[in-house]
T-cell receptor, first 116, second 111 residues
Framework: GAGVSQTPSNKVTEKGKYVELRCDPISGHTALYWYRQSLGQGPEFLIYFQGTGAADDSGLPNDRFFAVRPEGSVSTLKIQRTERGDSAVYLC??????????????FGPGTRLTVL | QKEVEQNSGPLSVPEGAIASLNCTYSDRGSQSFFWYRQYSGKSPELIMSIYSNGDKEDGRFTAQLNKASQYVSLLIRDSQPSDSATYLCAVFTSGTYKYIFGTGTRLKVLA
């Protein structure tokens, strides 16, 4: 089966613009995570969905960041009024369950966001 | 103190040697532990998961977990140049449903 997909693979935008990043998880995976990864760092947690609801959005850096998953499958990360500091690779991962045991998560290829 | 700590490296080992990568974590409630390999410019790829104390072997990889010491390690036997990558340790805590990642250890296998 297909893995996690993310679009676009690269996004270049200007400071102040709005961007949307899309994630299509593995079919049947109920848990979906968004991360941000900067050079030389590990993935930094942003938000976690269980089904359609955002179960934990404590990692979103500020109110310019928002994410949705309206039908419990595809998710969109939205960034308003982008800043140069938002430049990073945005990773999406999905997992079949959140029980911890067997809660392996699988990453998409990421979206490299560059804010000029 | 960071929640998940790894030595950033680089760790250089000759081809054919054993590479030992280490990770410590701070949350005693953590219950699941994962090792990911990340090649430059690529996304993390899951290579090992471990849930109980002891060793878990999969091919050339062995994960070791010691919950009392809050320590998890990854051994790579017969290291190959293709193993050169950054290895990320991730810890899952069921109370938060979060995976917390270390900064990764860069491994270089010298031919």
């Amino acid at each position: 089966g297909a893995g996690v997909s993310q679009t676009p693979s690269n996004k270049v935008t200007e400071k102040g613009k709005y961007v949307e990043l899309r994630c299509d998880p593995i079919s049947g995976h109920t848990a979906l995570y968004w991360y941000r990864q900067s050079l030389g760092q590990g993935p930094e947690f942003l938000i976690y969905f269980q089904g359609t609801g955002a179960a934990d959005d404590s990692g979103l850096p500020n109110d310019r960041f928002f994410a949705v998953r309206p039908e419990g499958s595809v998710s969109t990360l939205k960034i308003q009024r982008t800043e140069r500091g938002d430049s990073a690779v945005y990773l999406c991962a999905s997992s079949p369950r959140t029980s911890g045991i067997d809660g392996e998560q699988f990453f998409g290829p990421g979206t490299r966001l560059t804010v000029l | 103190q960071k929640e998940v700590e790894q030595n950033s490296g680089p760790l250089s080992v000759p081809e054919g040697a054993i590479a030992s990568l280490n990770c410590t974590y701070s949350d005693r409630g953590s219950q699941s532990f994962f090792w990911y390999r990340q090649y430059s410019g690529k996304s993390p790829e899951l290579i090992m998961s471990i849930y109980s104390n002891g060793d878990k072997e999969d091919g050339r990889f062995t994960a070791q977990l010691n919950k009392a010491s809050q320590y998890v390690s990854l051994l790579i036997r017969d290291s190959q140049p293709s193993d050169s990558a950054t290895y990320l340790c991730a810890v899952f805590t069921s109370g938060t449903y979060k995976y917390i990642f270390g900064t990764g250890t860069r491994l270089k296998v010298l031919a």
